[in-house]
């Protein structure tokens, strides 16, 4: 969410004019900044503007929980507001949330939704269809570092020497959702029978890090909360990125952003079909898609691939080809604009 705001920023920058309020404190203060957000966007909205009153403005929330606090502000000062939503923002179950936040929602101009599936979310919240479109998030193409010093720097890191092991990648926050503990148990063990040098290598943090590190074994590596250039070093070093990810009730994936970034890396992605992966990652064109918690067709993917090199680079083609041709920037900024525009005609009618 962090990453698409930003990214988002920048690209509408690009294009109109844009304020930004944002927060570069902790987590503890996080709920000030609802009170920093509302004043320093009434005092935006208060100032005198040609370009406000010749072109309108519109207020976009970045997620659904500052859709109240978009709702206030724009009918205070006549303003359209958009709200972009998650996934999460959306199905939050707390009483208070469940009753302030989609009461938002319903009023608000447009909802960008980040994925048909989270759009099915919005719409059970009685969002008005036409009120509710979907743009996907866009990723940005960065230079990879070549493969061979890239699994070198990793080596050292992880204290193994890759060599010509087959690595399987995966990046994302150690929660129940993401599978990684269940990937390492169920299938990892399947993998190595069958290709013994396989090396899986995760690249997260998050409150399932002590179980993982239970189930690890010598064909599993945790670079934990590493930088950039670390994750630059691990897809250029990868041969298969795995999301293992799991369908839990109350508990959705919006729409899988390193799944998109893999395969503008050239990675093939092998991933289950939970909630909106199958959106981002297209069966056969960058990757593949395989049944979630199967561990038998999730290793069977895997191990076909791995053995089948020319296939790997044939979908690694695909995958960057695909992520160029949907979720580049260029697409998602005027698209963005398209659905601002959406809410500066709710707000004239």
Known sequence: MQRLARELHLALAARVPVRAALWGGGQALLPLFGLLAALRAAAWLARPSAWGRRHGEVLLAG????????LLLG???GRGVACVAHGLDVTYPHPLYRWLVPAALRRVDVVVAISQRTRALVLEQ????????????G???????????ARRRLSARLG???GDRPVLASVCRLVPRKGVVWFVEAVMPRVVERCPGALYVHMGEGPERPALERVAGTST????????????DLYAAADLFVMPYRSLVGDVEGFGLVAAEAMLAGRPVVATAVDALPEVVRDWVGGRLVPPE?????AAAI???????????RLGEGARADAEARFGWRRVGDEYLAAIAGALRGARS
């Not at 990723?139 to 010093?149: C, F, S, W």
Request: proline share 12%.
């Open 63 to 70: 997620d659904a929980l500052l859709a109240p606090l978009g």
């Open 160 to 162: 193994v020497d890759l």
């Open 139 to 149: 990723v940005e193409a960065e230079p990879l570092p070549a493969r061979e010093p």
């Open 303 to 313: 191990l076909a691939l791995l053995a089948d090199p020319e296939a790997r680079r």
């Open 75 to 77: 009918r205070l000062f």
């Open 294 to 298: 199967d561990p038998a067709a999730l």
């Open 126 to 137: 009685g969002v008005a269809p036409e009120r509710c479109v979907v743009v996907w998030p």
């Open 221 to 232: 590596r945790l670079l934990g909360g590493a930088g950039d250039d670390v994750r630059a």
